[in-house]
T-cell receptor, first 112, second 111 residues
Framework: GQQLNQSPQSMFIQEGEDVSMNCTSS?????WLWYKQDPGEGPVLLIA?????ELTSNGRLTAQFGITRKDSFLNISASIPSDVGIYFC????????????FGTGTRLQVTL | DGGITQSPKYLFRKEGQNVTLSCEQN?????MYWYRQDPGQGLRLIYY???????QKGDIAEGYSVSREKKESFPLTVTSAQKNPTAFYLC??????????FGDGTRLSIL
């Protein structure tokens, strides 16, 4: 099965900095989701996107559904220490009802 | 509170032994999923069920089996045929819009 290409794989940033990460696919997706996972726990849904071009915010997080329907972006503004974790993108590929494909994750470390 | 409960949190398996991981949800979701997560990798789909008494293989179903006799329960059995079972197993559920909600996982290790 396909896995989405997520970049960067990891990043170290200072508290207060903005963060950007993206997810790309070779095929068209109908839905994009962004999750955050803390060590030893299950992923928690951050943002869901259902329409090409859609831009959605959740507090300091903003995500966009790329207009080509082959990519998505997540931005975190003014990072804080509790933003540390692994961020996963996930998407529903066109023609694959009820199944999600997950990215390989971006590990975020925030230094004081 | 509504949510997904996975048990146990940690599980150890001997060689040649089958083990069953529990997943229960009280969200009234129709669809349920099992994923496997290995270090440094994303989630890979093992099995999923869209409705009671029906389930489909995911991308890595070999060596695993499931049942869906009740809407709220979707147990996963890791059989002895699964030669590399050490991993973090995650259960999820969703309603039609695909935004899946996850449990806190079961970490399976081989003795």
């Amino acid at each position: 099965g396909q896995q989405l290409n997520q970049s960067p794989q990891s990043m170290f940033i200072q508290e207060g900095e903005d963060v950007s990460m993206n997810c790309t696919s070779s095929s068209i997706f109908n839905t994009w989701l962004w999750y955050k996972q803390d060590p030893g726990e299950g992923p928690v849904l951050l943002i869901a996107l259902y329409k090409a071009g859609e831009l959605t915010s959740n507090g300091r997080l903003t995500a966009q559904f790329g207009i080509t329907r082959k990519d998505s972006f997540l931005n975190i503004s003014a990072s804080i220490p509790s933003d540390v974790g692994i961020y996963f993108c996930a998407g529903q590929e066109a023609g694959t009802a009820s199944k999600l494909t997950f990215g390989t994750g971006t590990r975020l470390q925030v230094t004081l | 509170d509504g949510g997904i409960t996975q048990s146990p949190k940690y599980l150890f398996r001997k060689e040649g032994q089958n083990v069953t991981l529990s997943c229960e949800q009280n969200l009234n979701h129709d669809a349920m999923y099992w994923y496997r997560q290995d270090p440094g990798q994303g989630l890979r789909l093992i099995y999923y069920s869209q409705i009671v008494n029906d389930f489909q293989k995911g991308d890595i179903a070999e060596g695993y089996s499931v049942s869906r006799e009740k809407k709220e329960s979707f147990p996963l059995t890791v059989t002895s045929a699964q030669k590399n079972p050490t991993a973090f197993y995650l259960c999820a559920s969703s309603i039609y819009e695909l935004a899946q909600h996850f449990g806190d996982g079961t970490r399976l290790s081989i003795l």
